[in-house]
């Protein structure tokens, strides 16, 4: 099962090649293990703040990223993509499962301890404008890092900041300037060369380009891609744009109302999807051409609640497949191919 598409033009207008996918040698295991991640956050009611539910954001997600691997997380606004990711972080605490970076449990470590371990991990935010702080001017906030974690001695912090600058494109005249005099695209690499500066191991990218104009998208990704073949990160790339998750990416987890619906290498999920959530989700994505035709698979009413999933299946209620016992079995991620994992007793 497949269907021809074309890369939305944020993706074909990249001039680097697609990566190949990361090999593991035989002693070599993956850089981050997630298992049956979970996070509920509750809904208060009442005079007295009274917890009378709670939103499940986040149900029992597994998945791994190799070392130097690009994996790709998609779904609808609001199924848990950006949960998931701060989660990993710790920037939210979860509610059950387990983070395994490097062997060792994220979400075990004591403060101190998870502060070193920041120094492998980190994020570049959605919002280019957002994530600076206005008061402090571009060269303070790519240094902070440095006296975060005592890194050099601090009469050279501020010319490490200047060659982080250089190496994202930005001048060292940039070090005295504020975030309002900057464009979002420079803004974004400002970012990037902050979440650079500590040589992690790990970032992930939080819709890094989705509020840039498509020419400045380009240039960016080129920069992370550039990035990521000169020091060998990982990338954890949370994304709408399906068209870019598939050039950029070795592996691809899709999610739908908490849950991961299928995990596949890119090329293998764009071309053999298994789950019809992942058709659904292939076929809405617009194809700049008036005269291709695509085939839709339509689904039926309105996302449900977060706060009262149905049971089963949570797709069940919009799939155009579903039998009664999707109504009555959560199914599993079972192997369909090499690398290839679907939830679904349809297909």
Same mark, same amino acid.
């Given at each position: ?13 990249l ?31 009442g ?45 939210? %605490? ?5 983070? +395994?970076?490097?062997?060792? &449990?994220?979400?075990a ?9 920041? +120094? ?24 902070? =890092?440095?006296? =975060? ?9 501020m ?6 600058? %250089? ?10 300037? @504020?975030p309002?005099e ?11 060369a +902050?979440?650079?500066?500590l040589?992690p ?6 819709e890094?380009?989705s !509020?840039? &104009?498509?020419? #400045?998208? =380009?240039?960016? #990704? ?15 790339? #949370?994304?709408h744009?399906?068209?870019l ?5 070795? +592996? ?9 619906? %299928? ?7 764009y ?5 019809? @959530? ?5 076929s809405?994505?617009?194809?700049? &051409?008036?005269s291709a ?9 309105? !996302?449900?609640?977060a ?31 090499? &690398?290839?994992?679907? !939830?679904?007793?349809?297909?």
């Open positions: 099962m497949g269907m021809a598409r074309r890369a939305p033009t944020s993706a074909r207008a001039t680097s090649s697609r990566r190949p996918l990361t090999i593991l040698s035989m002693n070599q295991g993956p850089l981050l293990e997630v298992e049956k991640l979970r996070k509920y956050f509750p809904v208060t009611s005079v007295f703040s009274r917890v009378s539910g709670h939103v499940r954001a986040v149900e029992e997600v597994s998945f791994s990223i190799n070392p130097g691997e690009t994996f790709g997380l998609v779904g609808e606004s609001g199924c848990g993509k950006t949960t998931t990711g701060r989660m990993i972080l710790r920037l939210l %605490e979860p509610t059950a499962g387990s983070a +395994r970076f490097e062997g060792e &449990d994220l979400f470590l004591p403060p101190e301890q998870m502060r070193a371990m920041r +120094r492998k991990l980190q994020i570049v935010f959605q919002d280019p404008y957002a994530s600076l702080n206005p008061r402090m001017t571009v060269g303070a906030a790519v240094a902070e =890092a440095f006296h =975060a974690h005592n890194v050099g001695a601090p009469r050279d912090r010319d490490m900041a200047a060659a982080l600058l %250089e190496k994202v494109g930005l001048g060292a005249d940039s070090l005295r300037r @504020y309002h900057f464009s979002g695209g420079q803004r974004q690499r400002v970012g990037i +902050r979440a650079l500066a040589h191991r790990l970032i992930v990218l939080d890094p380009v !509020a840039l &104009d498509v020419s #400045i998208q =380009a240039q960016v #990704i080129n920069l992370l891609l550039s990035l990521q073949r000169e020091y060998g990160m990982a990338y954890l790339l #949370i994304s744009d399906l068209g998750v598939e050039h950029l990416c070795d +592996r691809v987890a899709v999610m739908y109302l908490g849950r991961i619906m %299928e995990i596949a290498p890119a090329d293998v999920l071309r053999s999807f298994v789950h019809p @959530y992942t058709e659904a989700l292939l809405a994505t617009p194809v700049p &051409d008036p035709k695509t085939k839709g698979a339509a689904l039926k009413g309105e !996302a449900p609640s706060m009262n999933p149905p049971p089963g299946c949570v797709f069940n209620t919009r799939c155009p497949l579903a039998k009664a016992e999707c109504s009555q079995v959560i199914p599993p991620l079972t192997s369909r191919g090499p &690398d290839h994992l679907a !939830a679904c007793i349809v297909r």
